[in-house]
């Protein structure tokens, strides 16, 4: 009894004690994380930095981090900083800080990158008590290697200086764009600088469409340009002058014609009194003059290179003397020409690129272009013939491929000629002197005004604005026979005055009259009225706020840089970047919302920061079979279909680089469209099948929409099965577009001999009933239009490889089966029937490989015939 009652005692003693402790060091606890997440909540490093577009070897990077105290304590911490290549921690560096309560402060850091060229990395600025945020650099002795192609547009005489570097800041800080093309910068496309006393520089000039253009804001954006170590291209037309072309020693004789007999010389007609007359590419004396234009426009204006352009596609061609001339394959004459002359000229302003206008799969032009041009990056315009995700693919892919890896830019005007953005019905607006109508189809909503053709009419709309920006307002309207103008006002206050344009009938509605304006949040009233210095007669229908659609921009960027290709997009205007919606690149009908400028800055340091896993010249390409992959329950395509993850598998000789873009959202594959916002995607459950002879080392996944774009390293397994060899990871969520990059080495089996039955395997199976195979077995049932066998090799150096195919085929018949590699089709194998299915032969295919690692696969098409059994692949 007693003995139990001192256990008792003892037992109420330790439990008090135990409480006493908990509830103390509980508060503690609590105090603690209370302390925590004030410091937390209040310590943000909200923007970080570097100081140039990119930087050539042993240049110093200047990394300025802005940490802002929101809390009501003074704070004293560290900032830290961290770079990485890929998966690979670069650098890490720190310095101190105390800030006082509501301050913000910045401090710089400086790195000098590793000597080696054309190299990508991403920085992460943090502290222990806030996230982080992240930038990137671009190592690049050249721009053109890595191109990052912005726009300049308007050389007003009213552009202050303090804007040119604020809009040049911005695009190379916030977008990292390398490259600037200068578009309708020029006087005269054969005379592109305006010398009234045959000298020097006019103080300023009228471009083709009468818009002033200052020499002063002109070299003022060059200047600025450079001083963030950005390249400026000179856009210049490569086989066209003006209207009175002879006036300027430009000779008719030089040029292209639709006739025999040079009656009728190829032009175009803007409408305005003004044209573009045509002239043959290869002519020695037009290549001569153009190529002293472009030299004397380096010269003159300190441009670094010329941005080529061209008209597109012209048929039954005559030069001067009546002879058929052969457009196509004429280009890299002129351009070859006209490199030589610039590089002649000056070799660090000698930069070229050629549009190739049309973009698309064996299209117009290319080939001559792509092999045969001396240009510094392929530039390509893409108008109808590549309209959907996987054309745009493709064509990047032959693109690219064609020209031994050259970079490519594609010019792709995103929701093109579409009114969009929240529209508001003339119908339901106030309105003085109109009534309705439906007499007229095309109009949107419940009908349009009507009877708006005498002063005093009006109609006023009431809107409303979430965010205070610049806006486009895009009128929606009908004009039949003559131009017509109306007054604009805003919020009772004249702002300006838009034009409508005939169009020749009452039943077309047009939506190409708008003027932009800046408009804070909140409601406010457009009046377009007919005053006293209007004219014309208009049917209204709506106002619209026009704007690009921001989901089809993400997935059609994803699209465009994991295809291997870059976009231009974005250039210099409005409150501080505008985006390229038209061919006319002053055009800014659409303008973008504050969440679509956020999405790009991510999009741009993304491309950036892994320049080297999306654009590196040695790149190779798998085909677009789902064979590689699988997701547990989503539906996946290799072709961009809707309704689907479209995967996209590359290969280094480090990596294996699985790209996911999520279409599951989409209605149609259309790239231009509109597109409804995909939904996030968690936990994906990924099998990547890869060849038997990789050694992982680590699987990483980065992507735009997380993360700042930072890597994340993911638990893998490994394994193998009926398929082939596989890793399997979880994917924690994909938005948009993630990356998935598997760090491998791959070794070539003994004897340079790939065995099919350790290949990628669809529709065969393994079997051993047959003797004289080699290694573990052989693959039958490789019998059915489908079926497909794809091998992951390792080529050693650059050179021409013998591909031995080893089978049996004993049907009788001959067999044959088409060959892929890299996902191009390579040949057709025929197999001659043997004596039994116990004797084997080699069919051989040549091809020439670059260094590196490379998929083989060899399938059954429907055109092929009859069963084999296939033993290995022996490369030599």
């Not at 009468?210 to 340009?225: E, F, P």
Request: aromatic residues 14%.
């Amino acid at each position: 009894m007693n003995k139990y009652i001192s256990v008792r005692k003892r037992d109420i003693l330790l439990t008090g004690i135990l409480l006493i402790f908990t509830l103390f060091f509980s508060a503690l606890l609590q105090k603690v994380y209370a302390d925590g997440a004030a410091e937390v909540s209040g310590i943000y490093v909200t923007e970080v930095h570097v100081d140039k577009a990119c930087y050539g070897l042993g240049d110093t990077v200047t990394v300025t981090a802005v940490i802002k105290n929101a809390s009501a304590a003074e704070w004293s911490g560290k900032i830290y900083l961290k770079i990485f290549h890929n998966d690979e921690l670069m650098d890490t560096k720190n310095t101190a800080l105390s800030l006082s309560a509501g301050t913000t402060a910045s401090k710089t850091f400086t790195w000098t990158p590793p000597m080696e060229d054309y190299k990508g990395y991403l920085v992460q600025a943090y502290t222990k008590d806030s996230d982080s945020k992240t930038t990137a650099i671009d190592v690049s002795s050249e721009p053109s290697r890595f191109p990052r192609y912005g726009y300049i547009q308007n050389f007003d005489e009213e552009i202050k200086k303090n804007t040119i570097e604020d809009q040049v800041n911005t695009l190379t800080q916030d977008y990292h764009i390398n490259l600037f093309q200068f578009y309708d910068w020029m006087w005269r496309h054969e005379v592109p600088i305006k010398r009234s006393d045959g000298t020097h520089p006019d103080k300023s000039w009228l471009d083709l469409f009468d818009r002033t253009i200052s020499l002063d804001t002109l070299t003022g954006y060059i200047n600025a340009v450079h001083n963030k170590n950005a390249a400026a291209m000179a856009y210049m037309m490569s086989y066209a002058a003006r209207e009175g072309y002879t006036d300027y020693k430009v000779s008719p004789s030089w040029g292209m014609f639709k006739d025999t007999g040079h009656q009728s010389q190829f032009d175009v007609d803007f409408g305005n009194g003004r044209y573009l007359w045509m002239f043959a590419p290869t002519n020695a004396l037009w290549q001569d003059f153009i190529s002293k234009a472009y030299t004397d426009v380096v010269n003159t204006m300190n441009f670094d290179g010329i941005q080529m352009d061209q008209m597109g596609q012209r048929n039954n061609v005559f030069d001067y003397n009546g002879n058929s001339y052969d457009l196509k394959n004429s280009f890299s004459s002129l351009v070859n020409t006209a490199k030589k002359a610039l590089q002649t000229n000056n070799t660090g302003k000698g930069l070229l690129d050629f549009n190739i206008v049309d973009g698309t799969v064996d299209g117009w032009a290319l080939e001559d272009i792509a092999k045969n041009a001396d240009t510094d990056f392929n530039f390509s315009e893409i108008w109808w013939l590549s309209n959907n995700y996987n054309q745009l693919r493709n064509y990047i892919e032959q693109l690219r491929g064609l020209s031994g890896g050259k970079a490519a830019v594609l010019a792709a005007y995103m929701n093109y000629n579409m009114n969009y953005g929240r529209c508001y019905e003339a119908e339901d607006a106030s309105y003085n002197g109109v009534d309705v109508a439906t007499d007229h189809p095309g109009f949107s909503g419940r009908g349009f005004l009507q009877n708006f053709a005498q002063q005093g009419d009006y109609v006023q709309f009431t809107i409303h604005t979430e965010e205070a920006m610049t806006y486009a307002l895009v009128f929606q309207y009908g004009d039949k026979d003559a131009e017509a103008t109306r007054t604009i006002y805003l919020d009772g206050n004249k702002i300006g005055q838009v034009g409508f344009h005939a169009k020749g009938n009452w039943d077309t509605f047009a939506h190409d009259a708008y003027m932009n304006t800046y408009l804070g949040s909140g409601s406010h009233t457009i009046k377009v009225s007919y005053d006293a210095a209007n004219k014309g007669a208009i049917n209204l229908d709506c106002l619209t706020l026009g704007e690009f659609e921001e989901s089809s921009i993400r997935l059609a960027d994803a699209a465009i840089a994991a295809s291997g290709a870059s976009h231009i997009e974005l250039g210099a205007g409005l409150d501080d970047v505008t985006m390229l919606g038209s061919e006319y690149y002053p055009n800014t009908s659409k303008v973008m919302s504050g969440d679509l400028k956020t999405a790009m800055k991510e999009y741009y340091k993304f491309i950036t920061a892994y320049e080297n896993l999306l654009y590196d010249p040695e790149i190779t390409y798998s085909d677009q079979g789902n064979q590689y992959i699988s997701i547990n329950g989503q539906n996946i395509s290799g072709d961009g279909s809707p309704g689907t993850i479209w995967h996209m598998t590359r290969m280094t000789e480090e990596y294996d680089i699985l790209h996911l873009i999520n279409l599951t959202a989409e209605r149609d594959s259309e790239w231009r469209n509109p597109s409804a916002a995909p939904g996030n995607l968690t936990k994906l459950e990924v099998k990547y099948y890869l060849s038997p002879d990789a050694h992982i080392s680590g699987v990483y996944t980065a992507s735009p929409d997380y993360n700042g774009g930072g890597s994340q390293e993911l638990n893998y397994e490994t394994g193998s099965d009926n398929t082939g060899t596989f890793v399997t990871f979880t994917l924690p969520s994909l938005e948009y577009w993630d990356m998935v990059y598997i760090r491998r080495s791959v070794a070539a089996p003994k004897d340079d001999i790939y065995e099919a039955e350790k290949a990628v395997k669809t529709g065969v199976t393994v079997n051993t009933n047959h003797a004289g195979y080699t290694g573990t077995g052989f693959l039958d049932s490789f019998a059915e239009p489908g079926d497909e066998v794809t091998f992951q090799i390792l080529a050693p150096s650059d050179k021409q490889y013998a591909l031995n195919f080893r089978y049996s085929n004993h049907t009788g018949y001959s067999a044959s089966r088409h060959v892929y590699i890299d996902g191009n089709y390579a040949g057709v194998l025929k197999m001659s029937d043997l004596s039994s299915w116990d004797t084997w032969e080699n069919a051989a295919l040549s091809a020439y490989l670059k260094k590196g690692v490379h998929t083989v696969s060899i399938y059954y098409d429907g055109s092929d015939s009859k069963g084999i059994n296939l033993d290995s692949l022996k490369v030599n």
